[in-house]
Every structure is written in structure tokens, then in C-alpha cells.
């Protein structure tokens, strides 16, 4: 149980292009979900948390209008990256909590997207 | 200073070996933590709470100390599987749906 799903595992993009990720809880309900971006050799920072049925709450220095959260249903929530550039470039990973288990902080994370702007 | 800090290591054992790993965090409110596993190129996967008690899984083994805001992770018997980047984790609220800090991780290379 608990699996995470993300779609694509790997793109490779022009500059200027967008991409959307999309990642799903596959057996489990998930109200929040969050997105977060890793840099070769350094720790996951945390860019949004998505929240289903309302905003997404941007961390500091994350632009909202460059990265585009939806959180639509309780089992899927998208990352868009608008008009990415090369510094884009990054492994994105998505985490998930289960509604029904809000008494624990765990999240279980998607398999992550790698993504390259060239 | 960072959030979560953990030397990056490597570090280099050989198969057998007991090796222990430390972490500071600066929020003296955090209330879980946690330790996960990433391997290369790979998602986190969570690895084990941390309770205040400290506990074990197998070769495993957690603590905590609050008074100096430090976590270890001691894994005995190393094994050539154990090879990863170990990230301290902490989430500064109680109850559910709030934010994880992680630290840049510590890696492991257990060798024959």
C-alpha cells in the first residue's frame, strides 16, 4: 500500500516549452501533496505543498506563476513548469500524505521526474 | 545556519562494520523526525521514526536528543545494500499535513 506514482520519469525539453508532471496516490486518498526539486548533491527543498480543492502555498523564492500547481482531485495533483529554462533543470519529486492517517507525518514519495531543459 | 545539517561524508566501511551517523537541526520545536534512505537518482524512502525513546528495527537503530537537538541512526552489521545517502529529516509541527526538512544527506559506501 501507499504508492505514488509520477508521470514522466524522465523529459527533455526545448527552452520555452512547458512541461506538466502529474503524480497520483494509487491506493490511497491524499488531500495534500507536496512538490519539492533536488539539485545534484544537495537536499530536497520544498517548493509547494498542494492542497486539494484550494491553492497551493508557494515556499519563499518559488514563483507561483512559474510553477503551476493543481490539486483537483484527491488522488492527483500536477506541477507545470511555464516557459522552463535550463536552470530548471532538476529532479522533481511529489509526496503524499493519507487523509485517513493525519495522526502520522509520514509522506510517501513519488519516484521522482527528471527533467532537462535544453 | 542550516535547518538540518549532517556531514556529508562519504563514508566508507567495509561490509560488517557498525557505523553511526549524526544530525543537528536549529528549530528547538520540532517534534518528529525521521530518518530516510535515498539511492542514486532515486526517490526518499523511508527508512524509520525517531521517538523520543529512541528505537530499533534489526540492525537499525535511532535517537534522539532533545536537550542538544541531535539525532543518530547506528546501523550494525553493515551490509553491501546498506550503500545509500542517508537524510536526516524533520518536521518542526505536531499532528498531520505539515512540512518535512530535510538535511543534504550522508552517504554510505559499504565495501567488501
Known amino acids: 500500500g501507499a504508492v505514488v506514482s509520477q508521470h514522466p520519469s524522465r523529459v527533455i525539453c526545448k527552452s520555452g516549452t512547458s512541461v506538466k508532471i502529474e503524480c497520483r496516490s494509487l491506493d490511497f486518498q491524499a488531500t495534500t501533496m507536496f512538490w519539492y526539486r533536488q539539485f545534484p548533491k544537495q537536499s530536497l527543498m520544498l517548493m509547494a505543498t498542494?492542497?486539494?480543492?484550494?491553492?497551493?502555498?508557494?515556499e519563499q523564492g518559488v514563483e507561483k506563476d512559474k510553477f503551476l500547481i493543481n490539486h483537483a482531485s484527491l488522488t492527483l495533483s500536477t506541477l507545470t513548469v511555464t516557459s522552463a529554462h535550463p536552470e530548471d533543470s532538476s529532479f522533481y519529486i511529489c509526496s503524499a500524505r493519507d487523509r485517513w492517517k493525519s495522526s502520522y507525518n509520514e509522506q510517501f514519495f513519488g519516484p521522482g521526474t527528471r527533467l532537462t531543459v535544453l | 545556519r542550516k535547518e538540518v545539517e549532517q556531514d556529508p561524508g562519504p563514508f566508507n566501511v567495509p561490509e560488517g562494520a557498525t557505523v553511526a551517523f549524526n544530525c543537528t537541526y536549529s528549530?528547538?520545536?520540532?517534534?518528529?523526525f525521521f530518518w530516510y534512505r535515498q539511492d542514486c537518482r532515486k526517490e526518499p524512502k523511508l527508512l524509520m521514526s525517531v521517538y523520543s525513546s529512541g528505537n530499533e528495527d534489526g540492525r537499525f537503530t535511532a535517537q534522539l536528543n532533545r536537550a542538544s537537538q541531535y539525532i543518530s541512526l547506528l546501523i550494525r552489521d553493515s551490509k553491501l545494500s546498506d550503500s545509500a545517502t542517508y537524510l536526516c529529516?524533520?518536521?518542526?509541527?505536531?499532528?498531520?499535513?505539515?512540512?518535512?526538512?530535510f538535511g543534504t544527506g550522508t552517504q554510505l559506501k559499504v565495501e567488501l
Open positions: 528549530n528547538s520545536a520540532s517534534q518528529s
Open positions: 498542494s492542497n486539494e480543492g484550494s491553492k497551493a502555498t508557494y
Open positions: 529529516v524533520v518536521n518542526p509541527l505536531t499532528g498531520g499535513g505539515n512540512k518535512l526538512t
